[in-house]
């Protein structure tokens, strides 16, 4: 199945990633480690996964929360690869 690309999104502001950033970060949380943490989420992603359901994961760049799991993927994303948001026209 392809990968469908991955959408940060805020209230206000929005960061659509490219398929290839959207492999890479998947790939990363499927490496991470599940860790017992509070976070502040920042972000909302929005995603299609596998079996064609809407995924939603909550993060703060570092970690990223879906249902009941938190994984560290040890290190903040959207720093390390210096992702643009843009204003969202609503």
């Known amino acids: 199945m392809p990968i469908q690309p991955i959408l940060f999104e805020t209230k206000k502001q929005s960061c659509d ?13 499927l490496r991470g480690k599940v860790v017992k943490a509070r976070f502040e989420p ?5 995603f299609w996964n596998a079996e064609g359901k809407k ?6 760049g570092k970690l990223f929360k879906r249902k009941e799991k938190t994984i560290d993927i040890g290190y903040n994303f959207i720093e ?3 992702l ?7």
């Open 17 to 29: 990633l490219t398929k290839s950033e959207s492999f890479y970060l998947l790939t990363e949380i």
């Open 42 to 46: 920042k972000y909302m992603i929005k």
């Open 55 to 60: 995924e939603v994961l909550l993060t703060d």
């Open 80 to 82: 390390q690869n210096n």
């Open 84 to 90: 643009k948001f843009t204003i969202k026209n609503n």
